[in-house]
């Protein structure tokens, strides 16, 4: 085997040869169209390695025989914490983009029509790949409108596999310590209802827990954590009821040993749905500081579009949903020893 070189292991000559500013091409040099074109090409490569990341955790969790304790668990958490400090990083980023003035971005902008964010097919197939579903879009079809065909197959694709989201909803419904079938030993007091003691003396707890003005918390708790009354919009949802326990319950107990790797799961995801939304903020002001009130290059009605995306493209919002139902850690309901032991925390 040669020596590996430096330049060639990094294909420095294919990427250092692949800026073409539009200006230059058409003799009307702008300086600023280099950290464009660059700083596109950056992000780019942030959401590849983004893909490589959430593949790889895609395709552990896809594994039944996934222990909560195991190594792979652990690499689940350790590769969705790097895709967040990638995040955080493109978030930064915005900062250099902004060091261009809206005039400097009018010598060229007109050049770019009708090219555009919004053709970032990586971005959207990373959406797509981590559970947001095409009726939750803004826009619907508009937003695969401006991209080529071979690229809108790849967004479709990983609508139709099994998302990040999806694979978590089947995780948390087959955690192996939360087995429904034994009533743990809870000791309730006698409502009457019927169900799980444990739920029931929790959903109890939770609803001596509201104030007056929360009341109505308890009928959504209900539908969550019981699908009671059956959710119109079920369909629609990505965790189920029996999963949206599992997710409160390793929210309440995650000081349990065998609980900690799951909480840190359930965080990194809220951690990665904050740092999207960070970026869509930063990006939509800096649009609006660029460009003011004007169409988008791609043909969007600009900042609007881009609110509007903001604010309906949570994808882990059903599980931030789940903290309005926490009770204080004081309050929580004790667990039996036997369940104490199963998650692995056993008194002397
Ligand atoms: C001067 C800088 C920028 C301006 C003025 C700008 C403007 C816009 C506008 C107006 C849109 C809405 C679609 C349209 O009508 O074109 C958009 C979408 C988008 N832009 Fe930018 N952009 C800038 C920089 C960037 C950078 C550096 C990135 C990094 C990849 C980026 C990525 C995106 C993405 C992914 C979308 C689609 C968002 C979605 O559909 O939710 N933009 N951009």
Redesign the pocket.
């Known amino acids: 085997m040669p020596e590996i070189h430096y330049h060639d292991y990094l294909q420095l000559d294919k990427i250092l040869s692949a800026q073409f500013p539009e200006s230059v091409k058409r003799q009307l040099p702008a300086h600023d169209e280099m950290l464009?074109i660059i700083?596109?090409q950056a992000?780019?490569l942030w959401f590849k390695q983004l893909h490589h990341e959430v593949d790889s955790v895609v395709s552990i969790l896809a594994r039944p025989s996934l222990n909560d304790n195991s190594p792979e668990l652990q690499t689940v958490v350790h590769r969705l914490n790097r895709c967040v400090t990638i995040l955080r990083v493109l978030v930064h980023?915005?900062d250099i983009?902004e060091t261009?003035t809206p005039m400097d971005?009018l010598d060229f902008r007109d050049m770019l029509r009708p090219a555009?964010?919004?053709q970032?097919w990586q971005?959207?197939e990373l959406e797509a790949k981590l559970g947001l579903k095409f009726d939750h879009r803004h826009g619907k079809e508009y937003?695969t409108a401006q991209l080529r065909s071979e690229h809108v197959d790849l967004i479709k694709k990983a609508e139709n596999e099994q998302s990040l989201l999806q694979l978590l909803n089947s995780w948390l419904e087959r955690m192996p310590f939360f087995n429904e079938k034994e009533n743990w030993g809870v000791a309730i007091s006698d409502t009457g209802e019927k169900g799980h003691p444990f739920w029931n003396e929790y959903r109890q707890r939770y609803a001596r827990s509201l104030d007056e003005a929360e009341k109505s918390n308890l009928a959504v708790f209900d539908e969550v954590f019981f699908n009671n009354p059956p959710s119109l919009n079920r369909e629609s949802l990505a965790l189920s009821a029996e999963a949206n326990r599992a997710a409160l319950f390793i929210m309440l107990y995650r000081g349990y040993p065998i609980l900690q790797l799951p909480f840190q799961l359930l965080n990194s995801l809220l951690e990665i749905d904050e740092q999207l939304s960070s970026w869509?903020y930063r990006?939509m002001n800096?649009?609006h500081r660029?460009?003011g009130t004007r169409?988008?290059?791609?043909?969007?009605?600009?900042?609007d579009?881009?609110k509007a995306?903001?604010d309906k493209?949570y994808i882990f919002k059903e599980i931030a949903q789940l903290n309005s139902f926490l009770i204080e850690r004081s309050k929580l309901p004790a667990l039996p020893y036997y369940m104490e032991e199963r998650l692995g925390f056993v008194h002397q």
Do not use: C
């Not at 169409?295 to 900042?303: A, D, F, N």
């Open positions: 464009f700083i596109h992000y780019e980023q915005v983009m261009m971005f555009s964010g919004f970032s971005f959207k937003y869509r990006h800096m649009v660029m460009i169409i988008g290059t791609g043909g969007s009605t600009g900042k579009y881009l995306a903001a493209h």
